[in-house]
């Protein structure tokens, strides 16, 4: 067909035909777009806060597309007082200007420890996305069962235990408090070192609600025993990863993330049913000293891990779905 269109006569509407096919061909390989095409356009979206960059990304995501992890700052509301890890502003005003670089329309909002178990700014900041957005908070053992069902109603569909620092929960409390809200189809979101990840492997096993270990379960590398541990559970059904936070444990950092791709494509060629895409916005782990990354670079990365457009297609639309808004 090219070299049909090459060998009449240069015109205006032959290379506007061209271009079309080359278009066509491109989004039919993937959802990215071509490579020559992405060196010469200056299509950039809105400078986002607390994102380097301003060029689109190159992979186009499907209608419904989640953001399954990001997080929101507010200065109108106070730090908890065993907060760790602070972040500049980043408010559902900032957020927004994400998704329209993105292109992402859904999002899940999680609990940043530095609010520990005050969840007002959460509960605000879903509603402001007009039921396009799900939450998961932060709770301790004190947690009565009206609260619990006032955040369901306000679109909370899970509590996260935040075990990388001291803060507002621990270990202990997991088993307890998953008892209490699975009933409710909330599951339990780990951020922990892998050697906690490993260490409470029974706990995750006995737990009577899905798991869902953000960012690839911080593993390195498949070799790590957490990774087989991970898609154990994952396998069994009662387990979730979060392919997000390429830039946290990454040895070889942007613009590949190489080591952390390898990591996300292992966990999505084995079990891409139970992986969600996030971008962890506003990078509150960067912001002082590495800088923060560039979201649309982050975005692609994910795409080489996952290159199929349907499998894509379940991990930013279908999964979430289930895990979030059924």
């Known amino acids: 067909m090219y070299a049909k269109e090459y060998g009449q006569a240069i015109t205006r509407r032959n290379v506007l035909k061209v ?130 069902q006032r955040l369901n109603a306000a679109g909370v569909r899970g509590i996260r235990f935040n075990l990388q620092q001291t803060g507002a929960t621990t270990v202990d409390m997991v088993q307890p408090l998953a008892t209490r809200i699975a009933a409710m189809g909330w599951h339990v979101q780990i951020n922990a070192p892998t050697d906690i990840i490993y260490q409470a492997r029974d706990v995750w096993a006995r737990l009577p609600c899905p798991v869902v270990f953000d960012h690839l379960a911080h593993v390195n590398q498949t070799s790590d025993p957490v990774f087989a541990m991970v898609l154990g559970l994952m396998q ?39 992986c969600v895409w996030g971008s962890d916005w506003p990078h509150p782990t960067e912001q002082a000293e590495k800088g923060v990354p560039d979201d649309a670079v982050l975005l692609d990365a994910f795409a080489r891990a996952v290159p199929t457009e349907a499998v894509r297609k379940q991990i930013l639309v279908d999964n979430p779905s289930r895990l979030y808004f059924s």
Request: net charge positive; hydrophobic share 35%; aromatic share 8%.
């Open 19 to 148: 271009l079309g096919s080359l278009a066509a061909g491109a989004g039919a390989g993937g959802g990215l777009l071509a490579a020559g095409c992405a060196s010469t356009s200056h299509n950039d979206g809105p400078q986002v806060k607390w994102s380097k960059g301003t060029e689109l990304p190159r992979t186009r995501v499907p209608a419904d597309a989640c953001d399954s992890h990001h997080h929101i700052y507010d200065s109108r509301y106070p730090w908890a007082p065993e907060v760790v890890l602070k972040s500049g502003d980043a408010t559902v005003a900032d957020y927004k200007k994400l998704q329209q670089r993105l292109g992402t329309t859904r999002n899940v909002i999680v609990q940043p420890s530095g609010y520990g178990i005050d969840n007002r700014l959460l509960v605000e900041s879903i509603a402001a996305f007009n039921g396009r957005a799900r939450g998961v908070a932060v709770v301790n053992a004190k947690v009565t069962d009206a609260e619990l």
């Open 236 to 274: 069994s059904g009662r387990g979730w990863v979060k392919l997000s936070g390429f830039y946290i444990d990454t040895k070889v950092g942007p613009p590949g993330y190489d080591d952390q791709v390898a990591v996300a494509s292992a966990y999505a060629q084995a079990v891409p049913g139970r």
